[in-house]
């Protein structure tokens, strides 16, 4: 019999094709299922294709008394109880490389777009006030910044590589450190997480989402950034307390707060929001945010989506899936 395979979410006709030796429930539209509706269709499967807004728990792998592996089509994997599906003999794999440079790429966009005013200058434009130059708007560039990376695995090193372009000082904080050639390749400088905060005009927040990461940035650490300095989260919502942003975007201590993420989407939490707070969302001057886009290059998801089916057609063909977090 054919694997029975549940795909959570909207993909291209490609990775249908790609899974042709599996019998394939789809989803065909571009919302997510629901958890009671995703528990339905994965009662009787064998594999799920899982991404970004799905969230697998101890009682969901109890209600798939069939299921044998997950397919993640995604990079963080916090939504995600690995070591239940360890415990319970089900594969877990992911795709951690093909994420790294659009999101990279993203942040970067975001730092110019927040620091030089472009959604208000957008809006101004289309409100039919716009009679043609004005000294208005002004912000701030890159060139000659400072910008601290928290966090320099492979996402934050693609930031750093495409900074070097725009003439910045680029420093990091991670818990690791790099060997001196390294740090000289990448042009960076290790400094403990205060120190950068406290020199940076721009953080970017480039870590993974668990204990020692959660709201990392929150009211005290907020205090310590430099005046004046700006705030990119392009890595997970709850890495940041977002009302204690919004306290300092009012207070004036910060300057700007972009993000690609949100402290909502981070299912795991059994205390998380389920709204963005309306004080963050009021700042439209001092704010700029984008839904989630940090992989939304076409070709880049649609590369995704085949890598993790790739996974399942390889391990019911009894190889090794690539990525494979089942002991983390």
Known sequence: MKPRVVITNWVHDEVLECLASCEVVPNTSHEPLSREDLLQRARDADALMVFMPDSIDEDFLQKCPHLKMISAALKGYDNFDVQACARRGILFTRVPDLLTIPTAELAIGLMIG????????????????????????????????????????????????????????????????????????????????????????????????????????????????KPGSFLINICRGSVVDEEAVARALDEGRLAGYAADVFEMEDWARTDGPFNIPAPLLARTDATLFTPHLGSAVDEIRKEIALEAARNIIQFFESLEPQAVNQQE
């Open 114 to 225: 927040l620091a030089r005013h472009v959604l208000e200058g957008d809006r101004f434009v289309r409100s039919g006030e716009f009679k043609g130059w004005r000294p208005l708007l002004y912000g701030t560039g890159l060139a000659g910044k400072t910008v601290g990376i928290v966090g320099m695995g492979a996402v934050g090193m693609a930031i750093a590589q495409r900074l070097t372009g725009f003439e910045t000082n680029v420093m990091y904080f991670d818990t690791r450190s790099f060997a001196a050639e390294k740090e000289k390749a990448l042009q960076i400088t290790r400094f403990s997480l205060e120190q950068l905060l406290t020199v940076s005009d721009y953080i970017v927040l480039a870590v993974p989402l668990h204990n020692e990461t959660f709201h990392l940035i929150e009211e005290r650490a907020l205090g310590q950034m």
